[in-house]
């Protein structure tokens, strides 16, 4: 069975780093582009960064580029994304995504407060 | 960026019930575009892919059409289970933008 298990999430305060983990497994990890996506309490889905197979190309969402950072490391089946200078505006549920579509996980909170 | 716009965003139906969600990109994402079913607190559940294929274990009264611009997702025979937000994304470029979303209730 495919999974996607996203972990690392917590309370943070502003300016803080926090870095969030997605571990794959049933499937060729190294196959597939991957996402990061979140969803603020009681709001939308929001597309935050996405990776390509090998993890030389990166998108972010102009609200964390220059603050987040994806990358993957595909020898531990393993998605990752470091959250740098973190403000209350990053405080969601973050979800990965295979082949940045496919949702398979329960997401890890992240929450970002003084 | 490609802004995503769905209508309705909301919607009452009943058991049984055939209902159309729709979804415009601002551009043309060719059949680029993903359409998803979230229930509180889970995850999004892929339901189509590429506009119209449907996602393995859907069942099959969810259909996709539409290319380009304009696209609409279908359930034909709503269940209880089916009530739930509807969101569609584009797939074309990044960022991968979403609509803001239709909740589908219960009439």
């Known amino acids: 069975e495919e999974q996607l298990l996203e972990s690392g999430g917590g309370l943070l305060q502003p300016g803080g780093s926090l870095r969030l983990s997605c571990a794959a497994s049933?499937?060729?990890?190294?196959?597939?582009?991957m996402s990061w996506v979140r969803q603020a309490p009681g709001k939308g889905l929001e597309w935050v960064s996405g990776?390509?197979?090998?993890?030389?190309?990166?998108a972010y969402a102009h609200s964390v580029k220059g603050r987040f950072t994806i990358s993957r490391d595909n020898s531990k089946n393993t998605l990752y994304l470091q959250m740098n200078s973190v403000t209350a505006d990053d405080t969601a549920v973050y979800y990965c995504?295979?082949?940045?579509?496919?949702?398979r996980g329960q997401g890890t909170l992240v929450t970002v407060s003084s | 960026d490609i802004q995503m716009t769905q209508s309705p965003s909301s919607l009452s139906a009943s058991i049984g019930d055939r209902v159309t969600i729709a979804c415009r990109a601002s551009?043309?994402?060719?059949?680029?575009l993903a359409w998803f079913q979230q229930k509180p607190g889970k995850a999004p559940k892929l339901l189509i892919y590429?506009?119209?294929h449907l996602h393995t274990g859907v069942p099959s009264r969810f259909s996709g059409s539409g290319s380009g611009t304009d696209f609409t997702l279908t359930i034909s025979g709503l269940q209880p289970e089916d009530f739930a937000i509807y969101y569609c994304?584009?797939?074309?470029?990044?960022?991968?933008?979403f609509g803001q979303g239709t909740r589908l209730e219960i009439k």
């Open positions: 994304q584009q797939a074309s470029s990044f960022p991968h933008t």
């Open positions: 551009q043309g994402i060719s059949s680029w």
């Open positions: 590429a506009a119209s």
């Open positions: 049933g499937f060729t990890f190294s196959d597939y582009a």
């Open positions: 990776i390509n197979e090998s993890g030389d190309k990166t």
């Open positions: 995504a295979k082949d940045h579509i496919d949702y």
